[in-house]
């Protein structure tokens, strides 16, 4: 498959390149294409084998998207079973649909050419530095994924031919010139209108309300009146920051010489190849070196490798683990020196020494601050391990307080007043403190104090030790501390009710011609006009354009509420088309076309789905 693309990547230099290509589509998926099939497989799609490799790879990503995304929240989660069957069958139905668009392209005839292919590939910025290929990237990337090029590029060709088949979708649908216009006059349209305001607070300091109506409603609504679950607590804080270690002269040398490869540049060799079909152009090519013809002229002009011939044959700096087999089996050692004709996978090799550059060893002088500062920082981060145990020991020894615990760490418990999960202290604030606190396996019997909790680290760098002093459980509130609130919600149940009443007999006599004399004696008033528009927020403006437009130049009257929960009498007086820039209508219309076009493609997709014959292989159910 694709000769051009295979005789590129086995060219020398692109050997160190290739790998990084596979980069971008490992990561978002490509690479499941690229493992083999196996007896043990997923599923059959057509005839069509997603193997068990596949899946896990799927499963994986997926699984690493979600704990990404979820954090903390994913360990929980993660041990439960259904909960990860589902996460893996969703990954599977991903690959499923993969493998269903792929095939209808291929019916439909759908292809990207290997030239499509190779462009793809080397405009890839993942894969360059400055612009060009990295060589050494390149080859570590494909030492690392174990990929092919023609592995990689058949994946590549079957996602592009997707895109091509989705963006073919995309394109179809469109929307006529007075369609758009209808549409964006419609969504700027703007409406004149006037607003009667009848205060329902003011109503509700005139409404009165007996014992009876208190206690009824709080006998209906107690779980409204619930006090939430409460506590105490003593907590020690250990800091990792305050842990001081010294650090001694000998300390740093011994980490050196313990590490001394950190600190060392291996050897690197600086290559030229000429790249020849056949051996008998190596022969020539190598003939005209011996007669002290320039290699970098010859390289330009005979060498068949495309990246090195255009700089006079110069591969860059290589080290041991980056230079090609070939090279290594040459064994050119000193500056300067020529090899003989060297076979490759695709034809012959000149290669030259030009600049060798020995290992390099950072001498501690360099280094030493930097070593001072890690050392120190292990030191301390022993010295917080130790700490940790010690004060865990001592809290789990002496159950009964925090006494103990307050000896080792040199600190005294600190105690908090009454707070539940809505005003968790500050100091307190972390997902597992809260969890440790609220779970309640701290609580004793009938509220009591129970044990010390274990060490809880958090964020890294600091822990805590945790006793509930004084529990309270959830409770339903007194009636005596809620009948001021429940004064003050029947109140405004009456008077909202008095309102609606009012605004109703009001609108009718508007409806009636009656309205000014109505408005008058209801000492109400519309104010000035104002302009609305469907983007204006609040239940006011919604429910402006929920209203029929008046026919000759009669208003339209209506009823809605304000922000502040008063009843306003609305008054529409004209309706009239707005403007829409260019640029938004623009917008609007490609947004209906995507929107259009992602509803065929979804009744695309639940026809394959339907029509695809799909055989679920053991695979599918295995953990």
């Excluded at 497989?41 to 997603?50: F, H, R, T």
């Excluded at 699984?63 to 069958?89: H, I, K, T, V």
């Amino acid at each position: 498959m694709m000769d051009n693309l295979r005789a590129a990547s086995n060219n020398v230099v692109l050997k160190i390149i290739l790998a990084l290509i596979i980069l971008s589509f490992v990561l978002t998926g490509v690479g499941g294409y690229l493992i083999g099939g196996n007896d043990d497989y997923a599923a059959k799609v057509n005839g069509q084998e997603i193997s068990r490799a596949q899946l896990e790879n799927a499963f994986s990503r997926e699984r690493s998207r979600q704990q990404q995304q979820l954090g903390e929240q994913f360990s929980q989660l993660a041990g439960n079973p259904a909960w990860m069957q589902q996460m893996r069958q969703q990954a599977l139905s991903q690959l499923i649909d993969e493998t269903l668009l792929t095939e209808y392209a291929r019916e439909l005839g759908l292809a990207i050419s290997d030239e499509q292919i190779k462009q793809a590939i080397f405009s890839q910025q993942a894969f360059q530095t400055n612009g060009r290929f990295d060589n050494t990237k390149y080859l570590g990337i494909l030492n690392s994924n174990g990929l092919t090029a023609d592995g990689y590029a058949e994946a590549l060709r079957k996602q592009m031919t997707t895109q091509q088949l989705v963006s073919a979708i995309i394109g179809t649908d469109f929307m006529l010139s007075g369609e758009t216009d209808a549409l964006s006059a419609l969504i700027s349209q703007q409406r004149l209108v006037r607003e009667a305001t009848i205060n329902v607070a003011a109503l509700a300091a005139e409404q009165s309300v007996s014992e009876e109506e208190i206690k009824n409603y709080y006998e209906q609504n107690k779980n409204s009146f619930m006090s939430p679950e409460q506590f105490r607590v003593k907590y020690i804080k250990l800091d990792a920051t305050a842990m001081q270690e010294s650090v001694s002269e000998s300390d740093i040398q011994a980490w050196y010489s313990q590490h001394k490869q950190d600190y060392t540049q291996p050897q690197r060799t600086r290559f030229s190849i000429i790249q020849t079909k056949t051996e008998a152009e190596a022969q020539s090519v190598l003939d005209e070196l011996k007669k002290g013809e320039a290699f970098a002229a010859l390289a330009k002009t005979h060498s068949i490798d495309p990246i090195s011939a255009r700089k006079g044959g110069d591969m860059g700096w290589l080290e041991p683990d980056t230079t090609p087999d070939e090279l290594k089996g040459a064994n050119l050692q000193e500056k300067g020196q020529l090899s003989g004709i060297i076979p490759s996978s695709v034809g012959f090799i000149i290669a030259r020494v030009d600049d060798v550059e020995p290992q390099q060893v950072k001498p501690l002088a360099t280094v030493h601050d930097e070593i001072a500062a890690k050392v120190k920082q292990e030191k301390a981060l022993d010295a917080w391990y130790q700490l940790q145990q010690k004060v865990s020991d001592a809290a789990s020894n002496d159950n009964e307080s925090l006494a103990g615990a307050e000896d080792v760490a040199g600190v005294k418990a600190v105690e908090t007043g009454w707070f539940s999960a809505d005003s968790l202290p500050a100091e307190l604030n972390f997902k597992p403190v809260e969890q440790a606190i609220f779970s309640g396996g701290l609580v004793g019997e009938n509220g009591a104090p129970g044990s010390n909790s274990d060490i809880i680290t958090v964020e890294g760098d600091r822990a805590f030790v945790l006793r509930v002093s004084e529990h309270k459980p959830e409770a339903v509130k007194p009636l005596t501390e809620v009948t001021a609130d429940i004064t003050d919600r029947l109140k405004a149940d009456k008077a909202l009710k008095v309102a609606q009443a009012q605004a109703a007999k009001l609108v009718e006599e508007l409806k009636a011609g009656k309205g000014a004399e109505a408005m008058k004696a209801a000492n109400l008033s519309f104010g000035e006009q104002k302009t609305l528009t469907r983007n204006d927020p609040g239940a006011l403006a919604q429910s402006v354009f929920t209203l029929t437009p008046p026919q000759q130049e009669k208003p339209v009257y209506s009823v809605s509420e304000d922000s502040q929960g008063n009843v306003v009498l609305l008054a529409l007086d004209k309706v009239s088309a707005g403007t829409m820039p260019d640029e938004q209508k623009k917008a609007l219309v490609q947004g209906m076309t995507q929107n259009n076009a992602q509803i065929v493609f979804e009744a695309l997709m639940s026809n394959l789905r339907k029509e695809g014959k799909v055989k679920y292989g053991a695979a599918a159910q295995a953990q």
